[in-house]
């Protein structure tokens, strides 16, 4: 089945994936601009064309011009609020100086778009085999979120930091992974794995592998410090309110912890939720590199995908873009197909339960009940849970040990290669 798969992609030829991207994107933009530039009767509900470039247009000082942290509000970190300003810029452009919800968001779309090609790229740079190009082009998370919100910045970071570890850049993979967490938190969860191989390289003396990971700290400090604290020195209430915002909210409808609140299993406030799912991640995460060290001790950064994974589940918010953090390393790291399809299954189950949710609320149809959400939510965690134990149990995919020989030199006539 796999030869035949690999036959049919080589015939379609090296830039099809490429062009299988540019009508996903296309597809991503049609699905979420179908309801125009105003909502009627909760269709942003029930036809999934919410998007948060919408209420953001008016509510966070896009439309007048206004620069995020100095002059207006904005919950989500440095990074991610400069893409937001440079978005309404070219949303004035589209509209021709007088630009309206749907330029904004045409503008967002394009952001992504090109976050998405950037990311493609630098799988084709790395050697990716072309079924995991099409797994990307092809991404029905990228059509539900192109233009839903702005995390694939971060997730784009996330993917470079990977592939620069893969490299043998852990310095760079630091500062990329670094600028990632000025984008949205969760690359930082890559940090501490590109720590622990530094810590554990083979062939240098401990107070060498101390050292070079003393450095690394001081590299993400530096990267993350050099976006954040200017902006943090001169508007701090603006700058913090993504924290604030984050340690208050008690959380989304298809978390653990708000269905567990919902459904009365183990109702929680949020300070408890807090610590709580701070504990769970903590305890899990270190299980997971605990267990799958022995087998990636070689590339620990491997295990940043069921890591993340990890933190997904028992983090108290899981909004539905979300996924879109998971689904590029995934592409790069999955060793299996089944628990990857289950796991795109369950993400169009919750984000259609999730929405059609606040349909009912609003008295509109098709509508979802919690007990919807709690299926669609329990369908994802189960893939999630075994896309844990694959990335644990399973070796590396095949492409991360290849060796890409520079196009200036020719390949090693007796050098073996491997696909994947």
């Known amino acids: 089945m796999r030869d035949t798969i690999d036959r049919w992609t080589d015939r379609l030829g090296d830039e099809a994936p490429c062009w299988a991207l540019a009508l996903t994107c296309v597809a991503g933009l049609a699905f979420k601009l179908h309801c125009g530039a105003y909502w009627i009767g909760g269709e942003q509900y029930t036809t999934g064309c919410y998007s948060d470039a919408v209420p953001f247009w008016g509510l966070r000082g896009v439309a007048a011009g206004q ?96 592939l ?10 630091t500062a990329l992974a670094a600028l990632g967490g000025a984008a949205k938190l969760f690359p930082l969860l890559l940090l501490p794995l590109l720590g622990l191989g530094a810590l554990f390289r083979r062939g240098h003396s401990i107070g060498a592998n101390v050292t070079r990971a003393a450095l690394l700290v001081l590299v993400a400090v530096a990267a993350w410090g050099a976006v954040n604290l200017p902006v943090a020195a001169t508007a701090f209430t603006n700058w913090s309110e993504f924290y604030a915002f984050s340690s208050q909210r008690s959380g989304t409808a298809a978390s653990v912890w708000e269905l567990a609140n919902t459904f009365n299993w183990y109702p929680t406030d949020i300070p408890t939720r807090n610590r709580l799912a701070l504990i769970a991640f903590a305890l899990g995460a270190f299980a997971i590199v605990l267990a799958g060290w022995r087998r990636h001790a070689r590339h620990p950064w491997v295990l940043f995908t069921p890591v993340l994974a990890w933190f997904l589940l028992t983090n108290k918010v899981w909004s539905p873009q979300f996924d879109l953090w998971l689904w590029p390393l995934l592409v790069l790291t999955a060793t299996r197909a089944r628990p990857l399809a289950l796991f795109l299954l369950g993400d169009l189950l919750a984000y259609f339960a999730e929405f059609w949710l606040f349909a009912g609320l609003e008295g509109a149809w098709p509508s979802a009940t919690q007990v919807d959400v709690a299926t669609a939510a329990a369908i994802r965690g189960v893939a999630v849970l075994w896309i844990i134990w694959a990335a644990v149990r399973d070796p590396a995919p095949a492409w991360i040990d290849r060796v890409i020989p520079r196009p200036s030199a020719p390949p090693h006539p007796g050098r073996p290669t491997r696909a994947g």
């Open 67 to 162: 620069v995020p942290y100095f002059q207006a509000r904005m919950e989500y970190p440095v990074l991610t609020g400069a893409l937001i300003w440079v978005e309404g810029l070219v949303a004035r452009v589209l509209g021709l100086g007088r630009p309206d919800t749907a330029d904004f968001l045409t503008a967002v779309w394009l952001g992504n778009t090109a976050c998405a090609f950037l990311v493609l790229r630098m799988m084709r740079r790395a050697g990716v085999g072309r079924l995991r190009q099409y797994a990307w082009a092809l991404a029905p998370p990228l059509v539900l979120y192109l233009a839903h919100n702005w995390d694939l910045l971060a997730a784009s970071l996330a993917v470079a930091a990977l």
């Open 164 to 173: 620069a570890a893969r490299r043998g850049e852990d310095m760079r993979a």
